[in-house]
Nanobody, 116 residues
């Protein structure tokens, strides 16, 4: 089993920045990708950004150029994935979920609210 724990959400003004972190523990050798999905009220959960163990990244079109996903898979007991979010917009308001292996594992989610 893999456990994913997110941190770093909160309230930020439009145009501001936030950094989310995801720590993966447990059977981490089974992880080949870590990333972020989000779900806004009344909407389906959607992919935001994912990075593979080889460093390949995938971004949703509306976050390209604003969000950067990074990883640290060097430790034997914990993998990390970070999401640097810049130039935030009100439309980015959602619960952000850390995800492993494109849907195999989920964190509990962290709220990001962009509002003045």
């Amino acid at each position: 089993q893999v456990q994913l724990v997110e941190s770093g959400g909160g309230l930020v003004q439009p145009g501001g920045s936030l950094r989310l972190s995801c720590a993966a523990s447990g059977s981490i050798k089974s992880i080949y990708a870590l990333g972020w999905y989000r779900q806004a009220p009344g909407k389906q959960r959607e992919l935001v950004a994912v990075i593979t163990s080889g460093g390949t990244t995938t971004y949703a079109d509306d976050v390209k150029g604003r969000f950067i996903v990074s990883k640290d898979f060097t430790k034997s007991t914990q993998y990390l994935a970070n999401l640097q979010m810049n130039s935030l917009k009100s439309e980015d308001t959602a619960i952000y979920y850390c995800n492993g292996n494109f849907g195999g594992y989920w964190g509990q989610g962290t709220q990001v609210t962009v509002s003045s």
